[in-house]
T-cell receptor, first 111, second 117 residues
Framework: GQSLEQPSEVTAVEGAIVQINCTYQ??????LSWYQQHDGGAPTFLSY????GLEETGRFSSFLSRSDSYGYLLLQELQMKDSASYFC????????????FGQGTTLQVKP | DAGVTQSPTHLIKTRGQHVTLRCSPI?????VSWYQQVLGQGPQFIFQ???????GRGNFPDRFSARQFPNYSSELNVNALLLGDSALYLC????????????????FGEGSRLTVL
């Protein structure tokens, strides 16, 4: 089967750096995506890794190790507006565009 | 440009009733997917439609059905509603058939929040 594990909650202070880890088990792994969701609204795409290494997009970076079936999302210079739920999601070969999401990590940023 | 739009935004039904949820994808997007998100969990894949054909189905009972119209909008239908169907139903569109072959990026709407009493 397919499964993803990520911490349920993370707390950090404004201006700090936080890392949200994600481990996955899937057959035919293609890529790992990260999404942000505020208060049950629309999930918004943050980052995607198909190859090993680090992808940087502004304050957010995402890392993937295919051999370890592991990835993380790194958020720098945390702001209050970063308080949200963060989901990792995997896509696989031949599954017609389906994403399998993790349970989500709730990030609380404190002043 | 308009994003993915869904209607209705909120609705309340009773057990045994039927519901139809609607979705308009981003202009030019031919792929529409439906996800169910129960409170406190990640979205769970229900269907994908591409070019008006069903291309993928998740582990949901036959009470769930969907279709895509010539203008690429889509409907999700749920029959014989159960209390456990209470959830946020998300529609997502993309320009590619295989999300992973592109950037892993889906564009989600705000969802339809269904409460079954």
């Amino acid at each position: 089967g397919q499964s993803l594990e990520q911490p349920s909650e993370v707390t950090a202070v404004e201006g700090a750096i936080v890392q949200i880890n994600c481990t996955y088990q899937t057959s035919g792994f293609y890529g790992l995506s990260w999404y942000q969701q505020h208060d049950g609204g629309a999930p918004t795409f943050l980052s995607y890794n198909a190859l090993d290494g680090l992808e940087e997009t502004g304050r957010f970076s995402s890392f993937l190790s295919r051999s370890d079936s592991y990835g993380y999302l790194l958020l720098q210079e945390l702001q209050m507006k970063d308080s949200a739920s963060y989901f990792c999601a995997v896509s696989s070969y031949g599954n017609t565009g389906k994403l399998i999401f993790g349970q989500g990590t709730t990030l609380q940023v404190k002043p | 440009d308009a994003g993915v739009t869904q209607s209705p935004t909120h609705l309340i039904k009773t057990r045994g009733q039927h519901v139809t949820l609607r979705c308009s994808p981003i202009s030019g997007h031919k792929s529409v997917s439906w996800y169910q998100q129960v409170l406190g969990q990640g979205p769970q894949f229900i269907f994908q439609y591409y070019e008006k054909e069903e291309r993928g189905r998740g582990n949901f009972p036959d009470r769930f059905s969907a279709r895509q119209f010539p203008n690429y909008s889509s409907e999700l239908n749920v029959n014989a509603l159960l209390l456990g169907d209470s959830a946020l139903y998300l529609c997502a569109s993309s320009s590619r058939f295989q999300t992973g072959a592109n950037t892993g990026e889906l564009f989600f709407g705000e969802g339809s929040r269904l409460t079954v009493l």
